[in-house]
Nanobody, 121 residues
């Protein structure tokens, strides 16, 4: 089984920075896509940023220019550097991975349990 574990969440002031990490472990052949989503009470889960195994990235318009996603394929880990944080960035941030166990199967979607980010003065 595949497991995603996030870390790095916490309380920061507006304008501050935070770096999230997510490490994947288990039966992994390849991680096609890895990224971050966020969710707040009463809202649908939304994409924050994703990165493919080839290094292509996609960001939500609301975080473009402030957040940077990266990955370390050797460690099966994805990072999210969050700068210039705003109160509206407060949410549970969930790690996402599209992961294959062998080269002949389609990837399956996996989710971490989430890490809480609170931006408040």
């Amino acid at each position: 089984q595949v497991q995603l574990v996030e870390s790095g969440g916490g309380l920061v002031q507006p304008g501050g920075s935070l770096r999230l990490s997510c490490a994947a472990s288990g039966s992994i052949f390849s991680i096609r896509v890895m990224g971050w989503y966020r969710q707040t009470p009463g809202k649908e889960r939304e994409l924050v940023a994703v990165i493919t195994e080839g290094g292509s990235t996609n960001y939500a318009d609301s975080v473009k220019g402030r957040f940077t996603i990266s990955r370390d394929n050797g460690k099966n880990t994805v990072y999210l550097q969050m700068n210039s944080l705003k109160p509206e960035d407060s949410a549970v941030y969930l790690c996402y991975g599209e992961i294959t166990s062998n080269p002949f199967l389609y990837g399956k979607n996996y989710w971490g349990k989430g890490t809480l980010v609170t931006v408040s003065s």
